[in-house]
């Protein structure tokens, strides 16, 4: 993911709401979210050519999900995938800030990374651009390709467009994916500067990104309810004319598949 905004025990009826754009370059080969043959626990997209994903759950309510820190000029191409940073969590029986604390001393070996792992019941984040692991609080985050909170242009005008959303007492999915389809470029006096051209910021700088070779190829909404039941909805775009399908699953809270 490059932009995800996350409710967290602040809503009265969801104990977690996350929604995000993924951000990739169009000719990356990808899978469209499903449980996977080789982990049938785990429910998430899938990174091909790495193997990895950018934001997944399992059948018993892990979540699991990340971004890429910007930093162009401290890119190692040899470094390991960051998306196996995501799947990694959802397989292995361990607690969030167990998982964490490795990367304390081996984040460095990785290109720059937001992670957050845990559950409804709490999430923990971390990033190698940063030190130490933070739990979050109850409140509404977001974040992008810099640090948790972070204000980018698409960080503020995503809160403050979902956040009227994400007030309703029932969370419609259409009105979501809407919110997170926005393509409006910031300002330019507004743009980061993250050692990219400012033509190539200005590019990035949409929720909803449509540059000519690399985009947002798809949107995700998860949803916790109060008693447990997650609902994970995914909307993936055509690169070439962002026309859309969604496929929505719906696990009760013993992992059961109800659509």
Not at 94 to 102: A, F, S, W
Request: net charge negative.
């Amino acid at each position: 993911m490059c932009l995800i905004f996350i409710s967290l025990h602040h809503h009265p009826n969801y104990k977690l709401i996350v929604a995000g754009n993924r951000d990739e370059f169009y000719d990356r080969p990808t899978a469209a979210a499903d449980f996977w043959d080789d982990e049938p626990d785990i429910l998430a997209g899938r990174d091909l050519e790495a193997g990895g994903t950018w934001l997944g759950v399992t059948r018993k309510g892990k979540v699991s999900m990340l971004t890429n820190y910007r930093d162009p000029k401290n890119i190692d191409p040899k470094a390991p995938s960051r998306g196996n940073l995501v799947s990694d969590f959802l397989k292995k029986p361990v607690t969030p800030e167990n998982y964490l604390q490795q990367f304390e001393a081996t984040g460095k070996d990785y290109n720059g990374f937001n992670l957050l792992v845990g559950s409804a019941d709490g999430l923990w984040y971390y990033s190698n651009y940063k030190s130490g692991i933070q739990k979050l609080t109850p409140g509404f985050y977001g974040i992008s390709n810099k640090l948790l909170e972070t204000p980018w242009p698409k960080v503020v005008r995503g809160k403050q467009k979902l956040e009227p959303v994400l007030a309703s007492p029932i969370i419609d999915t259409e009105d979501v994916f809407k919110a997170l389809y926005d393509d409006v470029e910031a300002p330019h006096e507004q743009l980061p500067d993250t050692g990219l051209t400012p033509e190539r910021e200005l590019a990035l700088s949409p929720m909803f990104i449509k540059a000519e070779n690399y985009g947002s190829r798809c949107s995700t909404l998860i949803l916790v309810d109060m008693t447990g039941q997650m609902t994970f909805s995914e909307r993936v775009y055509n690169t070439t004319t962002f026309e859309h399908h969604t496929k929505t699953f719906l696990l009760t809270p013993s992992g059961e598949i109800v659509v």
